[in-house]
């Protein structure tokens, strides 16, 4: 092995991300603990669903996971819409 090499990445040396609780996750998204169950569950056709993990019967979130899920739901059709007519009236 070289001594000048670079280090490969280490899962055990990187930091942990935060690990979240429903009632955490429902503050962040400022929605009821209710929708966070709802968003878990798979279903046909939508959004995808919010990532989770089991702990027995208890659901954890990894914070990085919610945050990229938030930001890669589809945009409501409004705000599409206003967006758009702002870009044709500064073009």
Do not use: H
Not at 4 to 32: E, G, M, W, Y
Request: charged content about 25%; proline content about 10%.
């Amino acid at each position: 092995m070289k001594r000048d090499a670079q280090p490969t990445s280490n899962p055990a040396t990187r930091p942990a991300p935060a690990i979240l609780t429903v009632q955490q996750v429902a503050d962040l998204l400022q929605i009821p603990k209710s929708s966070i169950y709802e968003k878990t569950r798979v279903r046909r056709g939508g959004a995808p669903p919010l990532p989770c993990r089991r702990v027995g019967k208890y659901l954890r979130f990894f914070d990085n996971e919610v945050m990229e899920w938030l930001v890669g739901l589809p945009q409501n059709r409004l705000v599409q819409q206003k967006r758009e007519s702002q870009r044709s009236r500064n073009s």
